[in-house]
């Protein structure tokens, strides 16, 4: 089959696809019918007096320190107010004491309000903007029940979440195994924040499986990794196929980031040649000592190669595909 | 308060105003950017600036901070200061500042900026500095460094570190064990004992070196071990960063941005000299690579309608194309290794987006992109190992990636969540299959291949010519998913799930199917449990199972060998690849031994003696069959299942009780050999307590457990060979069989060269951190101890001959002795590390906007791993040490610093 043969065959798929769903949009749009606009708010500065001359900078936490931040900037008509996030609140305005506001964020607070009711103040903008969360309905986070107060915390000056150092603090509040593997003897930088857990991961729902930021994991790593992105003219399959097959990327015992030690890793999938052959701990330095009938045979204190130091890596260097007409076996 | 109050901020509506503040940052930077070091915001209690008393004006200007000061590092290691620059020991400084500014809140202007800049002594360093107009555009532009160091004791005989040439030293000399063989490269003469021990003669005899040997023992290691030099392997990538966001109207966002990062050092990588020999050498190979990176999109909406477009680029530049190395083995020879080729990726990605009554949504997306590569060939063909030519002098690679995804969200009752998904993505390989003709690394042409001058072949194409096609990888995936969420009561659901997924897998060119499985089909059956807030107490619990199913294919490997179609000389009557059909067998042949009367015809020249197929019939130089029975994990059926369970309790207001527990088990259920079983599970306790008096203590533990069960055989061929050495050597010690005749007559279905390894990782994580304040004093402390533990379990043995069982004139082993012992297999030794680290930091606020900070980290690593072990001189006989030791160490670095708030 030539090439440009299925490239026209895949073409075809993918408009088919995409045809099918455009139709799909459509038909929603008229089985469904537009949803009505939103209520407004009064978002102005008066409109905040009525919570600030209460909630002011004595307050218990800092509560004015929001005007630092962007959803405070009163020169931008979108901010949102004191009210365009808890609610328009009349109740807790003429009983302060005895009434809640509308939507209470304070996770310690026992009039919490719903995930859902907290998400909506939030969604009422970021999902009717420009930068509206497309992918945040039905994602994981959104399905498991995450307030966007769960990380995000509005009145901070710096959020936690936003600065690359605490980040993985805020993620591994939840996500504490993968913040306990950041901590693993091979790892990538995600305690010095050169790489962030949103460096991978979209958390507001992406294209990609697993939140990934980009659409598969390839894609992903090799925004960073760009060399071992390839094409190669010697692909190796697992490694197109993806990069965890191999790797685990939040942190391992085993460099580098490894799920398991070499020469076993690749003894999963080969069992040909040599790669057939029982590499065990007999006579590693540092292991068992193994003999025949007593005797120590000269030459035999050693496990070949591919058993020992760098293992397989030794001589098939090239494992994430070479580009050398000579490299088949990746040891070019 | 009132407006007038708060109106404290910076006056600036315009953006010439924030000049003075932008020159004054840009003196401190040029000032500070030549200080040392800085100490990292590891530990992040340290970044924050002490609290003073609060006003408006405090709290709502943007604020100027700058931190400063010095520090010091009590020792050296690599692995401490892997990513946070505090690799040497020695006084650093410590430089952060991060400076706000521009409009009041509460003005009608909606200028900011932000200077930003930490770690600027390091080579961590990081700046940031964005200035805009809110809801109008933004302008940002960032710098930073990321160190990888990589190994501090490396060391090696070669020259050239940092080229991409790599000579050995005129005075190399092969290293031998002179009692063994005189001119047999043996890396175990590089140490004196490993060296020097006593070996069996011709006649039998455990013999010990001659003075003479051992002189030419020692005189290679005099010649040799001072030529090994350390080099200091780590890399640093340096980034610039640029963009723009734009709100062209209310309904028109478009965000733009470019980084060019340039990533250079040394790092190892191992490089076969003899393939034959299995001999190879670490080299400390130079990286110099250039990424840049562009996006670009529009973002509209009209209504409840949201649309946008985007591009993504990325162009990976290698600046260096190959490593040439001089052979360790024969000064007069050397071969090359190609680099990771230079690399393009264009990708446009649309999205559409709308909302519906009852809360419904639906959002479409797709993408297409393209990733091309076509660097030019190495062309030096060393050693005669591309004697025959290239079919093409570049890749020209392409592969087209193509995504559609649509997702559609609604709330249908009043109790009821639904969620439809339907995911396609093509990764479509688009490179041209040609074939290639080589010869193994360091191996001279010998014999004449069953394919030379035949089939468009060079006539000349030895035995041992690998006659090889490129498969360039194809997959498609078509995921469709389900969910329906219910409330079963307040704040509390129940939800079920189905997943489908399948994946085609093909070699787009390929003379024949090239994946293990050309089609896996995988289905998920889930549910879980949510409860959210209810007195304190928030929970939830999932449960999924999933089978996946697929066809095997064992002949895929064919792929590679485009002569598997062809017939061979040598009398076959048709192609291995027509010969497997009409048999149903695989590359490995039939699962039995010796024939009890001679094969003959096609099976006695492609299953000789009922073994696997010649390597040489389908034109390669190593056999690539595969055992039979085996599946490869990433394709193989599967039954797995998942489950998680997670608990808060929010007991009191001060105490809060956090446990979560996940397990993810795979069966491999039709696979033979290869994985069997891969387990993971892990359970997490955290509690954290909290006084008014802002005291917070937070405890956690870890416990992560992976397990992953696998099963090899070490086959043989089948023979008719009888004895070792001489006649009378006849008996085997253990094993399955009691003589050579019989072992070797069954050698390639023997029981006891099956053998199982179980890898098994066990991680502990324990730790606190806690804080107080008391009045102007801020402490806190951090205290973290993680264990890492990997073993590897091996059951099984091999057949070792008995090193007196030697050929005449020595004498015949005596009767009853054993001509070959069967040798259990070992475990591997345990790869271990233990980190324990403990920061505490200070911070007390002596002047109104004046903090001293204070902070020390402590780290002590305990580290062993088989693996280093075996780098040292005398531990391996066919691959060059490289020395490098496993990281054990107890540093400390601690420092003081003074932030200024203004």
Known sequence: MQPATIADQYGKE???????????????????????????????????????????????????????????????????????????????????????????????????STVATRNASCLACHENDTLARSHWSGSKHETHGVACNDCHDGHAITQKVLNPVTQPQVCGSCHKTQLAQSHRFSRHPILEGKVTCSSCHNVHGSDGNTLLAKETVNQTCTTCHAEKRGPFLWEHQPVTDSCINCHTPHGSNLSPLLKVKVPTLCQTCHTSDHAKNLYSGANLPGGNVTTANGQIPLGSLNPPAQGNARGCLGCHSTIHGSNHPAGAKFQR | MTTSAKKTGTDCNRPGCVRGDIIACLLLLVFFGSSTQAYSQANPTTAAPAATAPTAASQTTPGKTADFGVGGVSGSSYKFGEYNGLQNSGPFGVGNFDF???????????????????????????????????????????????????????????????????????????????????????????????????????????????????????????????????????????????????????????????????????????????????????????????????????????????????????????????????????????????????????????????????????????????????????????????????????????????????????????????????????????????????????????????????????????????????????????????????????????????????????????????????????????????????????????????????????????????????????????????????????????????????????????????????????????????????????????????????????????FTLHANGEADSNDFINSTYGVKKDLFWEATLDASYTTANAFVLDVYYTYDHKRMRFRGDAYGSNSTTAFVGQAADTLVAGGCFPTVATKNASAKIDPCLSYTKDDTNKYDTAGFTLSKSAGNLQLAAQVLYNRGRSYTEVAGGSYVNNPLALAAPAPALPAGTPAVFYIAAQNYPTIRDDEFTITPTASYVFKKKTTLKAFYLFQKMMSSDWAYLGMQYGTGTNYLPSNEIAPNYAISAGGLSLLYAF
């Open chain 2, 100 to 654: 706000r500014g521009g409009a009041a809140y509460d003005s009608n202007s909606a200028w900011r900026w932000q200077m930003k800049g930490t770690d600027l002594g390091l080579e961590t360093r990081s700046l940031y500095a964005e200035f805009g107009k809110q809801g109008k555009f933004r302008v940002y532009g960032s710098y930073s460094e990321m160190l990888a160091n990589r190994s501090d004791s490396f060391q090696t005989p070669y020259l050239g570190a940092g080229t991409n040439n790599f000579t050995l030293p005129s005075t190399w000399l092969l290293p031998v064990v002179a009692q063994k063989s005189a001119t047999a490269q043996n890396f175990r003469g590089l140490d004196p004992i490993a060296g020097s021990g006593s070996y069996y003669s011709t006649a039998g005899v455990l013999t010990a070196p001659t003075a003479a040997q051992l002189l030419t023992n020692a005189t290679i290691r005099a010649a040799d071990l001072p030529l090994f030099h350390n080099v200091n392997l780590s890399t640093k990538r340096t980034k610039v960063e640029f963009g723009m966001k734009l709100q062209l109207a209310s309904n028109v966002y478009v965000p733009v941005s470019y980084s060019y990062e340039h990533k250079s050092g040394l790092k190892a990588l191992g490089a076969v000299t003899s393939q034959v020999s299995e001999n190879s050498v670490i080299l400390p190979i130079p990286i110099d690579f250039d990424t840049s990176q562009a996006n670009a999109a529009v973002f509209y909406r009209f209504k409840q309608l949201l649309v946008s477009a985007a591009y993504y680029g990325s162009y990976f530049t290698d600046n260096i194309n190959s490593y040439t190395y001089q052979d360790v083995a024969d000064l007069t020879k050397s071969a090359t290794l190609a680099t990771a080729p230079s690399n393009q990726f264009n990708q446009f990605t649309f999205t559409a987006m709308e909302k519906f009554k009852h809360n419904a949504k639906l959002v479409v997306s797709g993408s297409y992109g393209r990733n091309t590569q076509d660097d030019p060939f190495i062309t030096a063909a060393q050693n005669g190992q591309l004697a025959f030519g290239l079919p093409t002098a570049s890749l020209h690679g392409l592969v087209v990636s193509s995504l559609v995804n649509a997702k559609f969200t609604a709330e249908p009752a009043k109790k009821w969540n639904v969620v439809a998904h339907y995911r396609y993505a093509n990764r479509d390989n688009q490179t041209p299959v040609n074939t290639y003709y080589f010869q193994d690394a360091n191996e001279s042409k010998s014999g004449t291949s069953a394919f030379a001058g035949l089939y468009g072949n060079p006539a000349t194409l030895g035995s041992n010519t690998n006659i090889y096609a490129n498969r360039p990888y194809s997959d498609k995936t078509n995921q469709a998913e389900g969910e329906a969420e219910y409330a079963i009561a307040k704040k509390q659901w129940f939800a079920g799930e189905y997943k489908w997924e399948k994946v085609d897998r093909s070699c787009p060119g390929s003379w024949i199917d090239c994946s293990d499985a050309r089609t896996t089909s995988e289905h998920t059956l889930g549910a879980s449990w949510n409860k959210t807030s209810v007195a304190g107490f928030t929970g939830r619990a999932t449960y999924d199972y999933s089978w996946r199913r697929g066809a095997y294919n064992e002949n895929a490997f064919l792929a590679l060998v485009p002569m598997a179609n062809q017939v061979p000389t040598g009398g076959a009557s048709q192609s291995l690849y027509s010969f497997l059909k009409s048999t149903g067998l695989n590359g490995f042949g039939p699962l039995t031994n010796l024939p009890g009367v001679a094969l003959t015809g096609d099976a006695a020249i492609y299953t000789p003696l009922n073994n696997a197929v010649p390597q040489g019939l389908y034109g390669s130089r190593n056999a690539i069959n595969e055992l039979l029975g085996l599946r490869r994990y990433t394709v193989a059926d599967r039954n797995r299942q998942k489950a998680f369970v997670d608990l808060d309790w929010q007991a009191t207001e001060k």
């Open chain 1, 14 to 112: 993918t408009m088919r696809k995409l045809i099918r769903f455009i139709l799909i949009f459509a038909g929603a749009a008229i089985l469904f019918g537009a949803r009505p606009a939103q209520a407004q708010v009064d978002r102005s500065l008066e409109g905040d007096k009525k919570c600030t001359m209460c909630h002011d900078e004595n307050w218990t936490k800092p509560i004015l320190t929001i005007y630092q931040t962007k959803h405070g900037v009163k020169g931008d008509k979108r901010t949102p107010g004191c009210q365009g996030c808890h609610g328009e609140s009349l109740q807790h305005q003429g009983d302060p004491g005895g009434k809640s506001p509308e939507v209470v964020f304070g996770k310690k607070s026992k009039n919490l």
